[in-house]
């Protein structure tokens, strides 16, 4: 019977393994789609405010799926989590009632009978804890993805904003520099190659659009512009532009790293503080209080 079992793990396990690699495949597209569409009523309406919310945030996250796609997974997930943690406790329980014969003899040595009363008990309290959990940590997914990708791509902006500050300087024209650009991007790859390829059929369209779904108050949006004047007007001057922004941010990301080093000696100082007080309070309490009888016990 245990190998029996075991075998049936291990098909479950191919099938799931099966599974998904057949995720990656268009057919499985197909299986999201009837998701979506049966779960759509609990999904937001296209065009809807949340809707949008949920786009933007999933495109600073950097997932690739849909709005539609991700709340499925949401409402799916939770429930899969679920599923897991029963089938766990069910497996748990069968190799208990498989082994139980060890478990007498162990029972017998410890001479403690308690060993042997094995009852297949959910919780569905935590059952229901982890369901929830899973909702919320898919939630908070995208948020925390944000940030991290936030700071990868300060790195990028900088490195973009220097390389084209150099190509600016060259002769080489701008559809080039847009190639270049998307060669040596990642998060900004995806608009620096629509512009490139929008480029040749319209030039003033295709830098527009690009700096209309460039970030706002970004190196990137700052790119953007110096070609976009460089195209129409001097690319000396639009060198001298970036040049000047880099300036001011290097003077910006200067001021907010030593505001930051201020606040954390402020905090360490407070943090070493605090056992100097509690040393000064315990020693001192005994002084106070003698002090205070010794005058109530003064002639009036």
């Known amino acids: 019977m245990y190998v029996m079992l075991l075998l049936i793990i291990i098909t479950i396990l191919v099938l799931s393994f099966k599974s998904t690699k057949k995720l990656r495949n268009r057919n499985n597209k197909k299986i999201l789609e009837s998701l979506n569409n049966k779960l759509s009523r609990l999904h937001y ?17 950097g997932l690739t799926i849909s709005p539609e796609t991700y709340q499925t997974l949401k409402l799916i997930m939770p429930v899969l989590a679920m599923i897991t943690y029963i089938l766990l406790k069910l497996i748990n329980y069968i190799n208990l009632k498989m082994g139980i014969d060890n478990l007498a003899e162990v029972a017998r040595i410890l001479n403690d009978e308690s060993i042997l009363n094995i009852n297949f008990k959910i919780d569905f309290l935590f059952v229901l804890l982890i369901g929830i959990t899973t909702f919320l940590l898919q939630g908070a997914l995208p948020f925390f993805m944000a940030k991290v990708r ?21 002769s080489k024209p701008i559809k080039d520099i847009l190639v270049s650009l998307s060669e040596r991007a990642d998060y900004f790859k995806p608009l620096l190659k629509t512009a490139s390829e929008k480029f040749s059929t319209d030039q003033v369209g295709a830098l527009k659009d690009m700096k209309n779904s460039a970030p706002q108050k970004s190196e990137f949006l700052n790119i953007c512009i110096a070609l976009n004047q460089s195209l ?15 300036h001011m941010s290097r003077e910006i990301n200067k001021q907010v790293r030593i505001r930051k080093q201020i606040r954390n000696q402020g905090i360490g100082i407070l943090i070493m503080s605090i056992p100097i007080a509690i040393s000064i309070a315990v020693v001192g309490y005994p002084w106070l209080i003698y002090t205070i009888r010794a005058i109530r016990s003064m002639p009036i």
Do not use: H, V
């Open 45 to 61: 309406k296209k065009g809807s405010d949340n809707y949008y919310k949920l786009q933007q945030k999933l495109l600073k996250a």
């Open 150 to 170: 936030e700071k990868a791509n300060k790195k990028e902006e900088l490195i973009l904003q220097t390389y084209t500050i150099m190509l600016l300087k060259t």
């Open 232 to 246: 129409s007007g001097d690319r000396k001057l639009s060198g001298m532009y970036l040049e000047s922004q880099r």
